[in-house]
């Protein structure tokens, strides 16, 4: 095993989060004094690109040290919420600190439709680190001018619309098309994925909304399949441009990511009330 | 970090290693309280390029760039504790209320084998 930089690691840990994979890499931070002091910023990485493509990549500087480590990584890879950050292991009788890091395969967002609010929605897509797919029926739309910010640009035919895309459940899908029918098609495509993807929002009013819904139970789609659409789309924040709605969408994703509750801050914190009221009740 | 943060950090990272350039990395790998960047964190010092990427800016990111250049000079990579406790009320620039430990290393050329 070769010493692996620090831009090796960079460069394996973010080629294989983009190539669907998932990799964990430590640096050594911390060693006791003495002869081990040569083995800060030693670098260890574990890849996995699906159950049967595992690779090790570096060393620390013993075989004890790296069979440690590598138990470390893959605790973290098989932990779905583990957080970066410190770990000790202990090995030929001393205790290194190690900082672990984790990269997840990278988010996807396919946004069905490329009118005008597929744009503004690349673009804050990509800002928030999802690999953006746009794909639209009309080579007048679905060009890369107008999504200079998607990692794809798909001309795809509404009856079949993911036939180009693999989607898996780091899928994250919007439906924006030109007409609530094609909508509709691509909904019913999402529904009947196996895994099911992370995500399904699909634009419409409320009146619209209820129509599809009555089509799918009609169709039997059952309840629980149903209430995983975000339909409307997006948290209320009275948004009305297509910009607007983008962050409304984006702020939705954000919330399925990281599992927040879409109120105001301020409501949940209440800190002037909590710290500044008048009555007897005491601070917290 | 985003992965276009990311991205950027690692096309500098292989940059300075494939000119052959020593730099510095600075990671936070642990912070407490609050603190404008969290853990995962990271700033390359380049001598020839200059600052990619940030530790959270101010004067806690000033004493992470003092250790850099010191790392650049020896070679040996150090861990420093950046305090960003001062009274709220002061309005001094560092008063986030957090502690943060950054790991500083000398990055490319790696240290030869011991």
Redesign the interface.
């Known amino acids: 095993m070769s010493i692996l930089s620090a831009a090796d690691v960079a460069e394996l840990l973010l080629g294989t989060a983009e190539a669907g994979g998932s990799a964990a890499a430590v640096v050594v931070v911390r060693t006791p004094s003495g002869a081990l002091a040569a083995l800060a910023g030693r670098r260890l990485a574990v890849t996995r690109m699906g159950a049967d493509r595992i690779g090790m990549h570096g060393t620390l500087g013993s075989e004890a040290l790296d069979t440690a480590a590598v138990a470390v990584l893959h605790e973290a890879l098989d932990t779905p919420r583990s957080r970066d950050g410190l770990r000790e292991i202990q090995a030929d009788g001393a205790t290194v600190e190690l900082y672990l890091e984790v990269r997840r395969p990278v988010q996807e967002l396919i946004v069905v439709g490329a009118g005008h609010i597929a744009q503004p929605m690349a673009h804050v897509g990509a800002l928030l680190g999802f690999k953006v797919t746009v794909l639209d029926d009309r080579p007048d739309f679905a060009t890369r001018e107008r999504f200079p910010d998607a990692d794809r640009v798909v001309r795809a035919d509404f009856s079949d619309p993911f036939a180009d895309i693999p989607l898996h459940e780091r899928s994250h899908i919007l439906l924006v098309t030109r007409g609530h029918k094609y909508d509709y098609d691509c909904l019913v495509r999402a529904l009947r994925m196996d895994p099911p993807p992370a995500y399904i929002g699909m634009i419409g009013s409320r009146r619209r909304v209820r129509a599809t819904f009555v089509q799918l139970v009609d169709e039997g789609f059952t309840m629980d399949l149903i209430e995983r659409i975000h339909a409307p789309v997006g948290l209320d924040i009275g948004a009305e441009t297509p910009e607007e709605i983008a962050v409304a969408v984006a702020a939705e994703l954000v919330m399925v990511r990281r599992g927040g509750t879409g109120l105001p801050l301020r409501g949940v914190e209440r800190v002037a009330e909590r710290f500044f009221s008048q009555t007897t009740e005491e601070p917290q | 970090m985003?992965?276009?943060d990311?991205?950027t950090?690692?096309e500098a990272?292989?940059a300075?290693?494939d000119a052959g350039r020593r730099c510095a990395?600075a990671?936070i790998?642990?912070t407490k309280g609050s603190t404008p960047r969290k853990?995962?964190a990271r700033m390359l010092v380049d001598p020839t390029r200059g600052l990619v990427g940030t530790v959270g800016g101010g004067c806690g990111e000033a004493e992470v760039i003092e250790a850099a250049h010191r790392v650049l000079g020896t070679g040996?990579?150090e861990?420093v504790r950046v305090d960003l406790t001062d009274d709220l009320l002061s309005w001094s620039p560092a008063v986030c209320g957090g502690i943060m430990?950054v790991?500083v290393?000398?990055?490319?050329?790696?240290?030869p084998?011991?």
């Open positions: 985003t992965r276009e990311e991205r950090l690692t990272l292989a300075a290693r990395l990671t790998v642990e853990v995962g040996v990579p861990r430990d790991f290393e000398p990055v490319s050329p790696p240290e084998r011991a």
